[in-house]
């Protein structure tokens, strides 16, 4: 750190990475991040979606994580909660599919049907 205002800059980056895992949201992200599942790529992911959700605007999320499915051949799974919707599991979410996830479903109100795990 060189200065007072990078500092500030650090500060605001971390408060937002806290506010979107804090919850209280419209849209709820959880992330499986058991040991098969940062195995595969979770952490990735996760970042994958702060970032997407940050360059489409989208401020009414929260993502967080939770332990193991028991679907280990479809990690990374991800769970969209959205309030007064049902809940839909996506797996095998790398960077690109999280990306699609936030576009299509998040801010476009489309399911992504050929992510979808059921």
Known sequence: MKSL???RKIKEQVKKGMQMREGGQKIK?????GTCGIAAGARET????MEALEKAGVTDAA???TGCAGYC???PLVDIE???QK???YGKVDRAAAER???EHLVGGRVVSDLVFS
């Not at 996760?46 to 979606?49: E, H, L, Q």
Request: charged share 30%.
């Open 5 to 7: 205002e990078e500092l």
């Open 29 to 33: 992200i959880v992330v499986g991040m």
């Open 46 to 49: 996760m970042k994958a979606f």
């Open 63 to 65: 993502v967080t994580a």
């Open 73 to 75: 051949e479809q990690e």
């Open 82 to 84: 959205i309030l007064d």
């Open 87 to 89: 809940s839909v599991r």
């Open 101 to 103: 996830i936030v576009k």
